[in-house]
């Protein structure tokens, strides 16, 4: 994954999130995980990435499980938040190809 995330940065296929830069690859792994936990705000729907169909990986799971409302979910050491991906497959090996 880091290298998908390494190749957005690089040809600017980078997405705004307030004051954020993310990658298209962590912006689509972040609305994944917002949708598996039926977070996503319908209120505010950015337009999606044009996304290739296909699959990546299989049983896949994303955390944190929660979140409060006003506070930085699975807060990391320098203050931001930051999500885990779990899947059977290995995703480096399937991003890379």
Not at 12 to 19: A, L
Not at 31 to 49: F, H, I, K
Not at 65 to 78: I, L
Request: aromatic share 10%.
């Amino acid at each position: 994954m880091t290298l998908a995330v390494r190749r957005d940065y690089l040809s600017g296929d980078v997405v705004e999130v307030e004051k954020y830069l993310l990658s298209e690859t962590e912006a689509l792994f972040v609305r994944y995980a917002l949708e598996n936990q039926g977070l996503v705000d319908v209120a505010y729907e950015a337009p999606a990435p044009e996304v290739v169909d296909g699959h990546i990986a299989s049983e896949v799971k994303f955390g944190p499980g929660f979140t409060v409302v006003g506070r930085v979910f699975n807060e990391q050491p320098d203050g931001h938040g930051g999500i885990w991906v779990q899947a059977k497959t290995r995703l480096l090996e399937r991003l890379s190809r």
